[in-house]
């Protein structure tokens, strides 16, 4: 299973403190040596302000060595500069959490930071005290406290830059919190309405060569924050009730879809994984049939990415083998164990994977050794009988699926449509396909007629200036007479 985890293709594109619980989850598998995890765990800390867990990984690692004097030096730098962006952002905190201020504050912020400007004397440059002091406190793992500062100073500040990097550290202060998945769900879609709607201030001028490469580079930053979107939403999605559906309306969309497959194919794993999970709890008729979208998917990026979900899925519904897809359902059920996000999700998983089987199975047999689709489904007789006849009674399989008892198997009774119903099916709306037919061979006749007449006009105004013009001589009884000489006809058209 160590092959196929993907804790070191994840880590580049997630914050060190999100990748630290990735780190713990792994020393909890075993699927690497301990000290190895506790070296990767030790080199990510380190680099924080969390001396005191660092200390504590450094105590694990050299347990006959004393701690580094810089340790310490760290700590009392810490408390330092705490204490200081603490007094900064207490100054603001005590004007904006006044009921008064409060009361007056708008919707508009211009009209806020001139308020707090003019009556409390609140200049724009203090209300980044509350970003810094926040992003501080994140360093050293104070991520409540982190996540409130963060969002008082989102509330006021007008720095669009600034803005965005505080909606990234709200968003890991609320995902490391773990106390709201309701909330960390709302400042996902507020942080992917960002993301989203970012447009390269030099567009405009792309008319005159100016901002060309400010425009590329604007794109690549798109793709990449979306990237990292990606990455973190799934520590959202898969802890959120209704994660696992809002999931699959966001990756499969086109933005997201084509990131997917340009930066990261590793994330059809929870694509993939999340199509089966929902297959009973879907509300809407996306979400129910999304497994063909994402087999689509699967079979498109087969080449640059697999693993046993993702080969499940199309060993079942590309390759209809369904030896190769019990094998694979196996070792999925190792693979969702270890994997970090998908091992609460291992019972839901394997429930729906065996329904998708059995539905497949029986549209193309009409009758079923029980004990042999017991096998197929990585079940014992006992247990597969059980769970056949809870499929049978709960599904619509019901109306069509009868249980032979004394031959053991599944008989599939699906009736014919009658002939008649067929010939109403396929002649459905021609009628009204005949309808649409004529009336635009009616137009479109129509048309070439008055284009006729319009030409037709134009040769007789040709025709009788040509008389005019062309007036000959001729001798007739010693007076001079005039010849009119008819123009040469126009040929005829066709319609």
Not at 107 to 121: S, W
Not at 308 to 337: C, N, S
Not at 347 to 371: G, V
């Amino acid at each position: 299973m160590a092959a196929y985890d993907l804790t070191q293709r994840m880590i580049p594109y997630l914050d060190r403190h999100l990748a630290i619980p990735l780190l713990a989850h792994l020393s909890e598998t075993h699927l690497f040596p301990a000290k190895q995890l506790q070296e990767a765990q030790y080199e990510l800390a380190r680099r924080t302000n969390m001396v005191d867990y660092s200390v504590t990984l450094f105590e694990q690692l050299h347990p006959d060595e004393e701690v580094p004097e810089e340790f310490t030096a760290k700590r009392s730098n810490i408390e330092t500069t705490n204490d200081r962006l603490q007094k900064e952002a207490q100054v603001v905190l005590e004007v904006i959490e006044n009921r008064d201020v409060a009361q007056a504050m708008r919707q508009d912020k211009m009209q806020n930071l001139t308020y707090l400007r003019e009556k409390h004397n609140l200049m724009p440059e203090q209300i980044n005290a509350l970003y810094h002091f926040g992003q501080f406190q994140y360093t050293y793992g104070n991520y409540s406290g982190a996540a409130q500062f963060l969002y008082h100073f989102l509330v006021l500040s007008t720095d669009p830059e600034l803005n965005l990097s505080a909606q990234w550290g709200k968003l890991a202060s609320d995902i490391l919190s773990g106390s709201d998945w309701q909330t960390a769900k709302e400042e996902l879609d507020r942080m992917r309405e960002a993301i989203d709607n970012r447009a390269s201030p030099l567009v405009s001028n792309s008319a005159s060569g100016v901002g060309i490469d400010s425009a590329s580079s604007q794109a690549l930053g798109q793709l990449q924050s979306r990237t990292w979107y990606l990455h973190w939403s799934l520590f959202v999605y898969f802890n959120h009730p209704e994660g696992r559906h809002a999931l699959l309306e966001v990756f499969l969309s086109p933005a997201y879809l084509n990131t997917i497959q340009t930066s990261c194919p590793w994330i059809l794993r929870y694509l993939a994984a999340a199509s089966v999970i929902s297959r009973k709890t879907a509300t809407s008729g996306r979400i129910r049939h999304s497994v063909k979208e994402v087999v689509r998917v699967i079979q498109m990026e087969n080449y640059q990415y697999h693993d046993p979900i993702t080969d499940f899925l199309k060993m079942l519904y590309v390759d209809f083998d369904f030896e190769a897809a019990q094998r694979e359902l196996g070792e999925a059920e190792r693979l969702i164990e270890n994997d970090v996000f998908l091992q609460n999700f291992k019972d839901e998983f394997l429930d729906n994977a065996r329904y998708f089987i059995s539905e497949a199975y029986c549209r193309i047999h009409r009758q079923i050794d029980i004990a042999d689709l017991s096998a197929r489904l990585n079940l014992s007789r006992e247990e597969g009988e059980k769970w056949i006849v809870n499929l049978i009674r709960d599904t619509r399989m019901g109306a069509d699926a009868k249980i032979d008892l004394s031959r053991n198997i599944i008989v599939i009774e699906k009736p014919f449509p009658p002939v008649y119903q067929s010939v109403i099916e396929r002649t459905r709306g021609l009628s009204f396909r005949t309808q649409a037919l004529g009336v635009a061979m009616q137009r479109r006749a129509q048309g070439e007629g008055a284009q006729q007449g319009k030409e037709g006009g134009e040769r007789r105004g040709r025709g009788e200036r040509g008389e005019r013009r062309e007036r000959r001589p001729q001798p007739q009884e010693g007076r001079e007479t005039e010849q009119v000489v008819p123009p040469t006809p126009a040929p005829v058209e066709v319609a």
